[in-house]
């Protein structure tokens, strides 16, 4: 059976963009959705799936984000890892970025997507899955635009062939991924 691994991020602040209100249940949702797949739990029946979220208050950082992949890949028996981001994303100069929760004044506090995406391929998983659930819209001031992102991934010696990463986004470069109510959810907020 092919052996799974999910890291899930959601943050639903960041900078002085507006607070998303559908990130938390965007997570809920794959993380059920991914503990329900054959593989996704260890031996001895644990699910291997870290979630980091800013639903408690806590910051989620890059050093945390690349703490959880580095779990995964030091693990060596993972076969394919799904990492998810429900958030804020930006592209500048048609690079993409994950914004985490230092983002944007701290350059670094993002994930720097094209940047892992080559270093994924030699981190010893053979599948690495890049779901993107944000905004690919231009960085829309100076202070965004410096935004440089870090790469999530440890960077490994190549030993044989490069893995295979595939990225699956919300939206088209250039495009919003909205959050529109649900006009059949009159009591509550859904996106």
């Not at 048609?94 to 929760?101: D, G, H, I, K, P």
């Not at 994924?120 to 410096?146: M, N």
């Not at 992102?149 to 440890?154: A, H, K």
């Not at 250039?174 to 529109?180: C, F, I, S």
């Amino acid at each position: 059976m092919l052996q799974r691994a999910a890291v899930l991020i959601g943050v639903k602040k960041t900078g002085g963009l507006p607070v998303l209100n559908a990130v938390q249940s965007g997570l809920d949702q794959m993380k059920a959705w991914a503990a329900a797949q054959p593989g996704m739990t260890d031996p001895n029946g644990v699910p291997r799936i870290e979630v980091l979220s800013d639903e408690s208050g806590t910051e989620v950082t890059a050093t945390a984000v690349r703490k959880a992949i580095k779990k995964f890949v030091d693990d060596g028996t993972i076969e394919q890892l799904i990492v998810y981001f429900a958030g804020h994303g930006a592209n500048v100069n048609y690079n993409e970025y994950w914004l985490l929760s230092g983002a944007p004044e701290d350059a670094n506090e993002a994930v720097n997507l094209e940047g892992s995406k080559p270093i994924a391929r030699q981190c010893g998983i053979p599948h690495v899955v890049l779901i993107s659930d944000a905004c690919r819209t231009a960085a829309a001031s100076i202070q965004s635009q410096a935004v440089q992102g870090s790469i999530v991934f440890p960077s490994k010696p190549p030993r044989g062939s490069p893995g295979c990463v595939d990225v699956f986004y919300a939206t088209l470069v250039g495009q919003p991924a909205l959050e529109v109510s649900d006009a059949t959810a009159a009591d509550r907020f859904e996106a």
